[in-house]
């Protein structure tokens, strides 16, 4: 590892996470330390760096300079490692992603099977977590690239690429009567007892949007548990007669999972899951090919798709 000036990294954090106290705690630094670091490089360059603007903080015209050549001295610090450890054949290290539970269980596990077929000395650590937190870890630099759900994240911190379309749908025990009926309506799903995600989840927030958009609040609903991951809910709904909104993703096959796709006569819930990284970062080569390797890994599940196509509800169905 090429040693790094610490000042620059403190600025550039201060900056673009909009306070000392961010910055502090994504560096895991004492915000007296990132002070410190800010007031050194002023001393060295002569001149202030930031200035408060109300309740924010800017940049000076010196810090402005400052910070377009910072941004790029830690951007050639990267680039130059990369290319010392590709001269020196030396191509590992460690990847961290973090990942909804969804994306982690059922997509990922091929998709690392096949970059590590490439690069074979990379490990990959993976942090699964709602949407929500993903998004923190990714904002503190702990995680380097995240794999989320459309909902209420603030994504206009990141570099954002669309990844996959999934379908949010109502299962059932395959037991319970609902299984076999027909054309379902809102009212006959609404009067049903719940079993939903936690707070902070995408799936719960996109949940939430679907019923309001339709003159139902989600705490009008009977709600029999809320549960902190995917397969919890999906254990639960199949050992009771309770009906929850999940993932077709995390379906799979049907036939072993005890589940029914309820038929219902409304349009279905998609929701868009998307690739995550930070602005004004240098994108690693290993990381730009582990984001191809998840590109083609997503051609792979649209093929795996075609083959349960009968899981999935007609949009034909739904056409206005």
Known sequence: MIKRDPRLKAFHSVVTLGGFSKAAEALALSQQAVSFHIKSLEDEVGARLLQRQGKNLGLTETGEILFHYARQILDLYSAA??????????????????????????????????????????????????????????????????LIS???????????????????????????????????????????????????????????????????????????????????????????????????????????????????DFAPLLRSFYIIRLRDSYFRRILDDFVKTLRAGNQFRHADNENNVTHFHSQEKYKE
């Open 150 to 264: 459309g909902g209420s994240v603030d994504l206009s911190r990141f570099t954002v690429e669309p990844f996959f379309e999934d379908e949010l749908v109502f299962v059932a025990a395959t037991e319970n009567p609902l299984a076999k009926t027909q054309d379902l309506s809102l009212a006959d799903i609404v009067a049903c007892e719940f079993v939903i995600r936690e707070k902070g989840s995408g799936t719960r927030t996109l949940m939430e949007s679907y019923f309001h958009e339709r003159g139902t609040d989600l705490s009008s609903l009977s709600v029999a548990a809320v549960m902190g991951s995917t397969d919890a809910v999906k254990e639960s709904v199949a050992s009771t007669e309770s009906i929850a909104m999940v993932s077709m993703l995390s379906l799979g096959d049907l036939k072993y999972s005890g589940l029914t796709v309820l038929d219902t």
């Open 81 to 146: 490692e990369d290319a010392l450890a590709k001269k020196n054949g030396i191509s590992g290290g460690t990847l961290s992603i973090g990942a909804t539970g969804s994306i982690a269980k059922y997509c990922l596990p091929r998709i690392i099977g096949e970059f590590r077929k490439v690069y074979p000395t990379v490990s990959i650590a993976v942090s699964v977590a709602n949407s929500e937190k993903i998004s923190e870890l990714l904002a503190r630099e702990e995680i380097d690239l995240g």
